[in-house]
């Protein structure tokens, strides 16, 4: 299984990305997908999360600004990013909890990340 994920880049504060991530593999189910985020010197955080019935939940830093969203039948998810902030710099994680053919569990899986710099 493996998590592509792409879209990020230099931006100018107020400006807008949208990221996206791809599943794929011998996927049986996938549960949630979302992204986190790691700036430097921090912690890994939730930025938002989707699950199979389309329920979201947003970290309260990015609600009203960034959009997540996903297509259950190519297995992908987006996050549309507006009005951006400098404090929203970071590496962005996409993450599945899903299930292979070959296994009976849900597991983590993770993207390789990917780098947005919200700056002037």
């Known amino acids: 299984v493996q998590l592509q994920a792409s879209g990020g880049g230099l931006v100018q504060p107020g400006g807008s990305l949208r990221l996206s991530c791809a599943a794929s593999?011998?996927?049986?189910?996938?549960?949630?997908m979302g992204w986190y985020r790691q700036a430097p010197g921090k912690q890994r955080e939730l930025v938002a999360v989707i699950i199979s019935l389309g329920r979201t939940n947003y970290a309260d830093s990015v609600k009203g600004r960034f959009t997540i969203s996903r297509d259950n039948a190519k297995n992908t998810v987006d996050l549309q990013m507006n009005s951006l902030k400098p404090a929203d710099t970071a590496v962005y994680y996409c993450?599945?909890?899903?299930?292979?053919?070959?296994?009976?569990?849900?597991?983590?899986?993770w993207g390789q990340g990917t780098l947005v710099t919200v700056s002037s």
């Open positions: 993450n599945a909890l899903l299930r292979t053919y070959s296994s009976s569990q849900f597991s983590d899986y």
């Open positions: 593999g011998s996927i049986f189910s996938i549960n949630h």
